[in-house]
C-alpha cells in the first residue's frame, strides 16, 4: 500500500517552492527577461509591491533557483539570472503553462 504524505510526496517538495501567487511569475519573468533587473520586474509583475518582490526574490536565492549579482555602481545595479538549476524548470514551467491553456479554454467552453 502506498503511503503519501507531505514529507515524502516529491510533488510537495516542488510546490513548496513555487508555490504562492508570485514564484512561478517571477521565474518566468526572469528567464524571459534575463538578465532582470528589480525594477523592470517590479514595473513587469502587476500587483507585486516592493517588499513582497525583496520577499519572493530571496527565497528563490535561498532555494538556489535564481543569483543575484550586484554591481558596484551608483546607484546600486542588481540583476538576477537563473541558476543552472533554476533553468531545470522551463521545460515544467512550460508543461504547466500548457496545462494552464488548455484548463482555461475548457472552462469557457462550459
Known sequence: MLVFDEKSCPVTATMKVLGGKW???????????????????????????????TQ??????????ISRKIY???PPKVEYTLTEFGLTLAPIMQSLANWGLAYRMKKQKE
Request: net charge neutral; proline share 2%.
Open 23 to 53: 514564484k512561478a511569475i517571477l521565474i518566468n519573468a526572469i528567464y524571459h527577461t534575463s538578465p532582470a533587473r528589480f525594477g523592470e520586474l517590479k514595473r513587469s509583475v502587476k500587483g507585486i509591491t516592493q517588499s513582497m518582490l
Open 56 to 65: 519572493q526574490l530571496r527565497e528563490l536565492e535561498d532555494d538556489g533557483l
Open 72 to 74: 558596484a555602481e551608483i
